[in-house]
Structures are given as C-alpha cells and as structure tokens.
Antibody, heavy 117, light 109 residues
Framework: EVQLVESGGGLVQPGRSLRLSCAIS????????MHWVRQAPGKGLEWVSG????????HYADSVKGRFTISRDNAKNSLYLQMNSLRPEDTALYHC??????????WGQGTLVTVSS | EIVLTQSPGTLSLSPGERATLSCRAS???????LAWYQQKPGQAPRLLIY???NRATGVPDRFSGSGSGTDFTLSIRRLEPEDFAVYSC??????????FGQGTKLEIK
C-alpha cells in the first residue's frame, strides 16, 4: 500500500524556519518525482515545489522561491521541505504528493503550518 | 501562468442525480495535462481523472472527464452519498508552475 506521511508542521513566528518531512512507503521512491502542495485555510490547492527522482531537477512556485528548499534522501525514502523566512501567508496544510506524468497520483494527509506571532 | 476557473463554486444536488462541473483555462491546455481531484474533509486529495478523460486506478465508471483546449468537464452520473466533496482541476503547461482551480463544492441538496 502506498503511504505518504508528513510531519514537522507547527506554530512558528514570522521570519522563523521550519523543516517538513515526508516518509514514503509502498513504492520504489527513487522511481518518481515528488512534490509539495499546500492549501491555505478556505483556499484552493497551490503547488509549492517539485523535485525529480534523483534531485537533479528542482522547481519552485514564485511565492516561495529563495525561501524554501526541497530535497530528498532516496536511501531513507524521505522528502523534505526547508522553509525559511516564513510569512503569515505561508500558513497552510502542506501535502507531499507523488508525481505521475503531469499530475499527482498519491498524496499524504498533510501537516499544518501556522505562521503567527 | 495558466489560470483555471471552476464553475459553479457550489453545486447542490441530490443522490441519484447527475453532476456536471466545469473547468476553464485562461489559455489552451494540452489534454494530456489536465487532471481532476476529489477532496473530503480530513482526507488526502484523490486523483480521479488524468489526461482529461482517463480514470485513475479504482475510480468508479460513474466518473468521466472530457474536454480540450480551454474547456474541460467532470461528470458524475447517478451521484452516490460518498461523492459529495470538493472537486479541483489541475493543469501543467509543460513547465512549472502546476496550477489548480479554486474548487467546486458538491453538496447534498
């Protein structure tokens, strides 16, 4: 069974940092690109970042470019998102998702990040 | 960046009825790059349709997708109680970003 389990969310003050993790099981991790997608309260889904199977290709949404860093450890079947200089507008439920063609075929339930003073 | 606009924002129907949800793109989207997702409270999003009209693994055949260019449709025939949820379309134009529509809430009338 494919499982993606996020962790690392919490309450953080503006300007501070947080590191999210996503533990994967049930498939060969290094066969797939992986992504982070977030959903702010009452809003639609927003793609945040994606990384190719070997980490060689990485993309970010303009809203997080220069502040967030995506990475993966294929030996540990894990995906990460380092979030620096957090802003209140980064408050959201953050999902990790497996890339499938141009889409996302498996998702985790998400970890909540709240940026507030 | 391609903007996706979904309509209606909320759709109120009864079980057994047919639902038709719309997703309109601000510029042409290749059919291979349009998908639909279902979201229920407290659950991970679920891929329903990819390449505009292909059902994902395990998705009942009452769900169907159609469209091309800038206009896409998700249809659900004979609504079941478990179908009431939020539905979002998503596109990828060949280079990032991936973008989503704002979602259509399908609620029980």
């Amino acid at each position: 069974e494919v499982q993606l389990v996020e962790s690392g969310g919490g309450l953080v003050q503006p300007g501070r940092s947080l590191r999210l993790s996503c533990a994967i099981s049930g498939f060969t991790f290094d066969d797939y690109a992986m992504h982070w997608v977030r959903q702010a309260p009452g809003k639609g889904l927003e793609w945040v970042s994606g990384i190719s199977w070997n980490g060689g290709t990485i993309h970010y949404a303009d809203s997080v470019k220069g502040r967030f860093t995506i990475s993966r450890d294929n030996a540990k079947n894990s995906l990460y998102l380092q979030m620096n200089s957090l802003r209140p507008e980064d408050t959201a439920l953050y999902h990790c998702a497996r890339g499938f063609e141009s889409h996302f075929d498996y998702w985790g339930q998400g970890t909540l990040v709240t940026v507030s003073s | 960046e391609i903007v996706l606009t979904q309509s209606p924002g909320t759709l109120s129907l009864s079980p057994g009825e047919r639902a038709t949800l719309s997703c309109r793109a601000s510029q042409s989207v290749g059919s291979r790059h349009l998908a639909w997702y279902q979201q229920k409270p407290g659950q991970a999003p679920r891929l329903l349709i990819y390449r505009a009209s292909n059902r994902a693994t395990g998705v009942p055949d009452r769900f169907s997708g159609s469209g091309s260019g800038t206009d896409f449709t998700l249809s659900i025939r004979r609504l079941e109680p478990e179908d009431f949820a939020v539905y979002s379309c998503q596109q990828y134009g060949g280079s990032p970003p991936y973008t989503f529509g704002q979602g259509t809430k399908l609620e029980i009338k």
